[in-house]
Each structure stands twice: as structure tokens, then as C-alpha cells.
């Protein structure tokens, strides 16, 4: 089979990554995929089943630190675009490890910069191929709750707040260095909160589906009026493919869904669903737990993406009431694959990041 170009996707066993493998491989049906993911804790092949065997489809483990591995799997495939989800990607986690995240999200996009450009450099060179980086809205800082009609724009200044943030804000401006610098031809997204299928359930949604299916008290941070800009996972993998294709080489693109929620809003609406879905009314608001809250909170993240409609033509398509029914479904029809993720390690994790914390 001739394959018309070739996609390396970092991370791709992960949430926001696999899905977009598994979309990618429905819409094109004359790619080739090659997926590394270095299968930390999120990273889960059992995402992928469905194209393990694929002959457009190869994984290889590989961590994205690693420049001889990297190197070498790039001289092979000579790939046409370069996607860098691998991320360690959680708020919590990166206040209890800082340098993991720095590690990672820096220096792993550092070499895989390098890496990137040596390749095409010894093949032929730039023309027709492209890095995306997959970032975040968060490295924009935070909102006032008490302007709700100003948004997050490309040409906000960024002001990270955690160290999670600081580390994508910091790889952001490696990949605009390596444009200006190398003529490196690169486009950056940044996301607001994405849910769906196959997320890990350290994450909210998830979380909290979990939690409510066996019973369990439902942790909110604080006050839990902390708004987020929610954006179905199929969306954003729309997004990333129209911006790789079609987005003007060394621009950033916001990618936000339009469905702005405090978190207490999404916790109820998922007992909500949950309850009727499962028809249990012991699923009730009597399971949530207002805990301590996290340091450095981001008070509201909104996005506004502008751009990428009037340079794209994109727009999320999913409405969060919609999003959250097709999502609560999926785990209804997958808890095998929640059993899966949330055994061993993640009991522990669950008991440091919540069962410690004082209740508010």
C-alpha cells in the first residue's frame, strides 16, 4: 500500500493522543502512523487495540529524552509531520514532582526538536513537513471570575502558574526559538480542558465517574467554582489535524470548546447522568466532598478561538450536554478497561492526591 504521508506521534497511547491515532487512521485512510509513547503511567496500548494490527499502524516504546533512539526511528520513517503529545500532564503530580515535569515536557521537546531537524535536514530538507506541538490554555495563567466576557487570545502574554504549566509555557518557546532561529517550520495548539473516552482517572470527569459508580465520596477542590473551558476530545483531534495540514507555518492556535463550567456544575451534572444511566438514586449529591484546595489554583481558564475559525474554518461540534452523555456512556460500556487502569499503582496515588487531604 503507498502511503501518502507519514505522521510520528509522540504520546500517542495516551488520552489526547490515542484518540487522535484512532481518528487519524478512520479519516485518512492513506497515512502511516508511527506511535511512540514511552508507557509511563497514562500511556495505555489497551487505547489502540482496535489498530494494533493495522498495516498502516506501528509502536514503538521509546522515551522522547532518548536523541539515539529518536534519532534512529526518524532516519527510518523520515517522517512527513511531527506530533509531540507526550506530556506529563497533571497539575497535581507536578506540585508534588517538579523536575519530572521540566524533564519531560522541556527537555524531551528539546530533543525531539533536535532531532526533528536533523532529519529532515539530512532528507531533503523542510518543505512539506511541519512540527506541532500540542500545548495548553493553562499557560496563559488564570481569569477573574468576575470578568466573564475576557478570554484567553494567542497574544496573551503567558503567566504559568504551576509547575506543569511553567514546563508547556517553557517548551512553547523552545519550538517559536526554533522557528525564528532554525526556520524550523512549526504550529503550536493550545487547549482548554478536553474529556471523552480513554482518559486517565486522575482527571475530573473520570474521576468523579468512577468514584460515583462504586459509591465513593466525590473530592472538590475547594469552593469547586472553579471554571474550566470543557472541549470533547474528537473536537480537539479535528483541530490538530486541520492545523497540521492547513494551519500558516510559525502560528499558535487556540483550540477551545465554548462550554465553559465551574467544576461543582460538572460534578453534578455527572451524578446526574450517572444516576439515571445506571438508574441508582444512592448516586446523589450526598457523595461530594468539598476537600483542601489545590496550591495555586487557577481560579478560570477561557479560551477564545477566533483564529482558528476565521484562518481554518474549525469549531468544537460537540456541546458539553451532548459530550458528557457520549463520554459517562463509554465508561458504562469499557469498565474492564477502567478496572485496568485503576488498579495497583493508582490506589496509592488516589490515597496521597485526595484520602490525605483535609476536608474543607
Known sequence: MAFTKTYLVTGGAGFIGSNFVLYMLKKHQDIRIINVDSLTYAGNLENLISVQDDPRYVFKQIDIRDKD????????????????????SHVDRSISDPGAFASTNVMGTVNMLNCTMACWEANGGYEGRKYLQVSTD????????????????????????????????????????????FGLPVNITRCSNNYGPFQFPEKLIPLMINNALDHKELPVYGDGLNIRDWLYVEDHCKAIDMVCSEGKLGEIYNVGGHNERNNLYIVKTVIDE???AV???????????????????DRRYGIAPDKIKEDLGWFPETKFEDGIKLT???YLENKEWMENVTSGAYRNYYQTMYGARKKA
Open 279 to 297: 438508574d441508582d438514586a444512592s448516586i446523589n449529591e450526598d457523595l461530594i466532598v468539598h476537600v483542601e484546595d489545590r496550591k495555586g489554583h
Open 274 to 276: 450517572v444516576s439515571k
Open 138 to 181: 493553562e499557560v496563559y495563567g488564570t481569569l477573574s471570575l468576575d470578568e466573564l466576557d475576557s478570554f484567553f487570545y494567542e497574544t496573551t502574554p503567558l503567566s504559568p502558574h504551576s509547575p506543569y504549566s511553567a514546563s508547556k509555557a517553557s517548551a512553547d518557546m523552545f519550538v517559536m526559538a526554533y522557528a525564528d532561529t
Open 328 to 330: 459517562i456512556q463509554w
Open 69 to 88: 533512539e529518536i534519532s534512529r526511528l526518524m532516519d527510518a520513517e523520515k517522517p512527513d509531520y511531527v506530533i509531540n503529545f507526550a506530556a506529563e
